[in-house]
Structure formats: C-alpha cells, structure tokens
C-alpha cells in the first residue's frame, strides 16, 4: 500500500473490483496449485490488505515491509509439504494463468532449482513468474545478505547461474520491452480502460488476445 509511484495501489478498484482481487483471481485460475497466499508486509499501512483477506478468505502472510524474501521464507515454514512455490507480483493485473501453467508444468517435468520466464525477457512486464524449490530457496536465503536480493526475491538465484540449476522460457514475437504492470497511474488508468473494453474477466483471456486489445487501445506504447 505504499507504493511510491502509485500508493494504495492494491485496494485501487477497477470496475468494482480491488487490483489486488484480478490478481489473486487469475492466480486461482492456474490448474495444479496447492494453495495461494497473499504475503503483504506486517506494517500497519498494510492493515487494510490484511482486513480485505480475511473478509474475502483469502490465506494472508505478514512480515517485514522490505525483506519480501523473509515473507516467502515464513509462507514456506507454514507450509512445509509444499516442495517449490509460483511467484508472482502484485502489480500484474493481466497475469495470464496459462504462463503460469507453462512454468510449472517446466518444473514438475525437470526439477530444477527455478523456472522463469525473466532469464530472457521477451513476455511483457506484469506477466513475469518464477517456480522455485523450496529446497534452494531456503539455500539462497540463508546466504542473502544484500538488501535488493531480500526485497526482489528471486534476485540472489538469478546471478549465480553457476550454483542454480535454472531454465528459462520465451515466447514470440518478443515483447519483451511492453509494460503491461500496474505501478504508475497512466499504466492504472488504461489497465481501467482495458478491462472495460473486455467482455469477461481478464484472466479468461491469453496474452496474445489481451495484447491485440491494448495495441488497439495504446498503439504508441506497444513495445514492439
């Protein structure tokens, strides 16, 4: 909620729905998931994400606002039969559940330390996920020491491909440099204007149909 380029963000309302609700709406919609959890910090400006979990029975996790890493950590302590978990960010209103079914689907059939499809970016921003071992996270944790690798998670992995074993997965035509996350108020306003030219939710949408609309919409910010 205290996002500094667009505060309270998450219980913003697009069509009398919270961003916060696409998400975990599209999240619910990945086939092969054990569970979804909203790790938020324990900050009291995050009460009120806290407050709208519990009213819609949704799991929640809390912990500290900067080492987001320490609330994965604490989501995976509570869960200890879970073996890896899908990360996804709060700010990808659009995510479409069938990339996040392309990543596990990865993991399960290779078992590595971490599936992304950031590796080589060619899916747009707000459609980034990350399967990752339980078992690697907890080595990567215990070893991060640098702020930016506590807050941004999968970072530590990332740069040391040399003690992870990662795949990675593309798409085509790249489009790589399209922001299609939520994190300024331009991009909330046609994130507003997107759904309200969709006939169902977004997340029974694939990228490649959500992309035709938003061209159409914003042709000079198409990124491609």
């Known amino acids: 909620m205290t996002s500094q380029r667009l505060p ?9 729905r919270p961003m916060l609700q696409y998400v975990v709406d599209a999240v619910r919609a990945v086939r092969g998931l054990a569970g979804l959890v909203v790790a938020t910090s324990s900050e009291a400006s995050d009460d009120p994400i806290a407050d709208y979990c519990a009213q819609q029975k949704i799991s929640l996790c809390r912990g500290p606002l900067e080492d987001v890493a320490g609330r994965f950590l604490q989501v995976l302590d509570a869960h200890p039969n879970w ?12 995510l479409d559940p069938a990339i996040c079914e392309q990543a596990l689907e990865l993991y ?3 078992r590595p330390d971490l599936v ?9 921003k707000g459609q980034s996920v990350a399967v990752v071992s339980a078992t690697a996270f907890r080595r990567a944790c215990a070893a991060m020491a640098e702020p930016e690798d506590r807050e941004h998670v999968t970072r530590y992995l ?3 491909p040399e003690e992870f074993r990662m795949i990675g997965f593309t798409r085509e ?6 922001d299609l996350s939520v ?6 306003q046609l994130f507003a204007v997107l759904v309200g030219s969709l006939e169902r939710p977004p997340w029974t949408y694939r990228l490649a149909d959500l992309l035709d609309r938003y ?6 910010q198409s990124g491609s």
Request: glycine content about 12%; proline content about 7%; hydrophobic content about 30%.
């Open 8 to 16: 309270g963000k998450m219980l913003r309302e697009v069509a009398g």
């Open 83 to 94: 073996d890896a978990f899908l990360r996804v960010t709060g700010d990808s209103p659009l």
């Open 108 to 110: 399960r059939t290779e």
């Open 116 to 124: 992304g499809n950031t590796l080589r970016r060619t899916f747009p």
């Open 158 to 160: 990332l740069h040391r």
């Open 173 to 178: 035509p790249d489009r790589g440099t399209l």
């Open 183 to 188: 994190d300024t108020e331009e991009a909330f």
């Open 215 to 220: 061209d159409k919409i914003a042709p000079g």
